[in-house]
């Protein structure tokens, strides 16, 4: 095992047992038998450590998002990657806070990569018709509250104590950005249609008998697809134009009746 690697798997593990998350560079060079210079060499300083410390245990996390095969249900895999965070952040909760610290002053690489992941299977999801928000927008709303909530439950556990309230969250904003199709069909078994999913011939943005007007989530669909496939007739000024119109279109807020 390199050096690097020595001082990665100590500082971890000192992170994990120390009873507030925190740890002191001292400590992690006396438990990897290494002097101070060889820390700061590798990681420049303790935030480095601490930083690295973050993406080295995220990144198994990240592994299954990493592996997933193209072709699957992007609403699934939301609502799974919802629950695989939370259950990330009740088995690791010193490294989630640490993860999610405001002394943390440049985000860790995995954690952008975990807000990009979230992007594309919302992109994936409006691609489809089943968004009613621009991705972007409904990344930074999911994205905040899964982590607002995570936060709550390894922070504050004895009053955060109902271990329904992370899949009730969940389910409050997937309502929040997804049509509502997507929350009142049932779950697809294997082989059938997901939830949400247009029948064929349909443009899978209907709202009938739901009394909300098609505009926003028509809006998110065209942007999306414009953007996976620009189109021709457009130059390239006028499609970036015109995909500031649609999202503005799909992030306008409904009037209060």
Not at 46 to 68: I, P, W
Request: glycine letters at 8%; a negative charge; hydrophobic letters at 40%.
């Amino acid at each position: 095992m390199s050096t690097k690697a020595r001082i990665l798997e100590v500082a971890a593990a000192l992170v994990a047992q120390s009873p507030d998350g925190d740890v002191s560079t001292r400590a992690v060079c006396e438990a990897a038998g290494v002097g101070a210079p060889a820390l700061y060499r590798h990681f420049g300083d303790k935030e480095g450590l601490l930083s690295a410390v973050v993406d080295h245990g995220f990144d198994q996390y990240l592994a299954t998002k990493r592996e997933r095969g193209p072709g699957t249900d992007p609403v699934r895999d939301l609502r799974d990657g919802w629950d695989t965070h939370t259950d990330f952040a009740l088995r690791n909760p010193n490294l989630y806070r640490l993860m999610n610290s405001p002394a943390m002053r440049t985000p860790p690489a995995a954690a952008l990569e975990s807000h990009r992941i979230l992007t594309e299977d919302l992109r994936r999801a409006a691609e489809q018709g089943k968004l009613r928000l621009a991705p972007e927008l409904a990344a930074q709303m999911i994205m905040s509250a899964n982590v607002g909530v995570c936060l709550m439950l390894v922070s504050r556990p004895a009053t955060f104590d109902d271990i329904t309230l992370s899949r009730r969250v969940r389910d409050a904003v997937h309502t929040a950005v997804f049509v509502p199709e997507v929350m009142t069909d049932p779950a697809p078994a294997p082989g059938t249609a997901a939830p949400g999913t247009a029948a064929p011939g349909s443009s899978g943005t209907a709202t009938a008998g739901t009394g909300e007007a098609p505009v926003p989530a028509t809006a998110t669909r065209l942007g999306a697809l414009l953007r996976q496939t620009p189109s021709p007739a457009f130059t390239p000024g006028e499609s970036a134009l015109l995909g500031e119109w649609l999202d503005r279109l799909s992030n306008t807020a409904p009037e209060q009746p």
